[in-house]
C-alpha cells in the first residue's frame, strides 16, 4: 500500500473492490464508465487522494472521493477506509402484484382470463 502517490484509475478501482478484476475495471474505463473530475477517464489516468471518480457498476451510478491511494487489493474493511461513497441511496422498490400461476395442463386461457391476466400486467 503507498499512500498519495498517483495511481492509475483502473487498479484503483479494482483495489477498493468496485471491479471483480482489473481488467473489467480497464473495460469500464474503455466503455466510458469512469469519470474523473467530471472528465472521462482512460485507464492510466492517475488518481489523488481528494480527486471524484463517478462510476457506473452494475447498472447504478457510483459517486466516490478517492481518500487513500491503494495499488494492491485489500480487504474490505481497508477499502471502505480509502474511499468516500456519496452515492445517494437506491429509491425504495414497488411492490407489484403477484401474476397467478395456471395449473399445468389445464389448456389455454378463455377470453375473460385473458382479459384478466393483461390486467394484472398493466396492458
Not at 466510458?32 to 481528494?50: L, S, T
Not at 487513500?68 to 485489500?74: D, E, G, H, I
Given at each position: 500500500?503507498?499512500?498519495?502517490?498517483?495511481?492509475?484509475v483502473?487498479?484503483?478501482?479494482?483495489?477498493?473492490?468496485?471491479?471483480?478484476?482489473?481488467?473489467?475495471?480497464?473495460?469500464?474505463?474503455?466503455?466510458?464508465?469512469?469519470?474523473?473530475?467530471?472528465?472521462?477517464?482512460?485507464?492510466?489516468?492517475?488518481?489523488?487522494?481528494?480527486d471524484?471518480?463517478?462510476?457506473?457498476?452494475?447498472?447504478?451510478?457510483?459517486?466516490?472521493?478517492?481518500?487513500?491511494?491503494?495499488?494492491?487489493?485489500?480487504?474490505?474493511?481497508?477499502?471502505?477506509?480509502?474511499?468516500?461513497?456519496?452515492?445517494?441511496?437506491?429509491?425504495?422498490?414497488?411492490?407489484?402484484?403477484?401474476?397467478?400461476?395456471?395449473?399445468?395442463?389445464?389448456?389455454?386461457?378463455?377470453?375473460?382470463?385473458?382479459?384478466?391476466?393483461d390486467?394484472?400486467?398493466?396492458?
Amino acid at each position: 500500500m503507498s499512500d498519495e502517490a498517483p495511481v492509475r484509475v483502473d487498479a484503483w478501482l479494482w483495489a477498493v473492490r468496485q471491479f471483480k478484476t482489473r481488467s473489467a475495471a480497464t473495460a469500464a474505463c474503455r466503455a466510458g464508465h469512469v469519470r474523473v473530475n467530471g472528465e472521462r477517464a482512460k485507464a492510466a489516468q492517475p488518481v489523488r487522494p481528494g480527486d471524484e471518480l463517478r462510476v457506473r457498476v452494475g447498472g447504478a451510478d457510483r459517486r466516490l472521493i478517492v481518500r487513500r491511494t491503494l495499488v494492491k487489493r485489500v480487504s474490505a474493511a481497508v477499502a471502505a477506509t480509502a474511499l468516500d461513497d456519496l452515492t445517494p441511496p437506491p429509491p425504495p422498490k414497488t411492490e407489484q402484484a403477484a401474476v397467478p400461476i395456471r395449473d399445468r395442463g389445464t389448456g389455454r386461457p378463455t377470453k375473460r382470463e385473458r382479459r384478466d391476466l393483461d390486467r394484472l400486467r398493466g396492458r
